[in-house]
């Protein structure tokens, strides 16, 4: 049956993908064996739906990167953004944030008429590239999977 097959290739990916993670984001605890996976018309679909504090899903950004790091366009490294000479951006420091544990700086900036800001100041991260490096060893591995499988319905 292709769907056992595409399930068992599925659960090895899954396995690969999350030993990177674990490698490249000890500092993602929430992101590492958060991965899944579900069987489509056209194969498997793998994912990842953890999302940041203000509910951004950042599997994109862990990949590519952001900021003054990114290897792909956003809104951090639009024409505007890079004309202006800045390289990082202020983030509202909200109640119940905690990205001071993952090393961001906080500063407080004057708003005006005796109000003050707490920022974090954000440069953006580098890639980590979990998938694409996943991709390229589950590459290797689909034809050994796909005889183990065999193997183990001949039985």
Known sequence: NSKE?????????????????KSKLSQYSNY???NKYKL??????????VQSETGKHYSL???YGSGIYAEMA?????????????????????????????????VDIDLGDG?????????????????????KEIEKNLVNWTMQFIKQKLK
Not at 79 to 86: A, P, V
């Open 115 to 135: 109000q003050v800001g707490s920022f974090y100041k954000v440069f953006g991260q580098e890639p980590k590239h979990i998938y694409t490096d996943a991709a």
């Open 74 to 106: 956003h809104t951090g490294t639009s024409e505007t953004f890079l004309e202006s000479g800045h390289v990082y951006w202020l983030v509202p420091v909200e109640e119940g944030s905690d990205l001071e544990s993952y090393g961001f700086e906080v």
């Open 40 to 49: 489509t018309d056209d194969g498997i679909e793998i994912y990842n739906d």
């Open 5 to 21: 097959l595409f399930k068992y290739i599925a659960e090895e990916s899954i396995k690969i993908i999350n030993k990177n993670a």
């Open 61 to 63: 950004i862990i990949e």
């Open 32 to 34: 590492i064996n958060s």
